[in-house]
């Protein structure tokens, strides 16, 4: 399968990936800037949003960066995932994604933000900012 070639556009914003109790109420301090994700599952509710929303003392991971793929697909076009994830992964970096009806995130840590890039770019994907 050749996997497609894609657009992704780097957020200004830091993001955290947070867990909190299963019980917890959805927050009303995620802010609406950049990607906001809520997801509750049997064992957590985990939040993905800007850094900056969060209050402190929160149980998380920070300093992450989000590229969003700005390419849209249908939700059974097979590849796109692979396509963002694959040079990210296949050089030893970490990757947490999320997807929407429209678009799929991925997130890196902000250390490995510009090897991150490199490595998307050279594999043909465009990444501009905003």
Known sequence: MSLPKLDLR??????????????????????????????????????????????????????WRAFRVDTLAGLDEPGVVLAAVKPISEAGLGVFVLSTFLRDYLLVGSAQLAAARRLLEAEGHRVTEG
């Open 10 to 63: 780097l957020l200004p914003q830091e993001h955290a990936i947070l867990r909190l109790p299963v019980d917890a109420p959805f927050p009303d301090w995620t802010g609406s800037e950049g990607c906001v994700s809520l997801t509750r599952a049997p064992d957590e509710l985990s939040v993905v949003c800007p850094a900056a929303a969060v209050p402190a003392g929160t149980d998380g991971s920070f300093g």
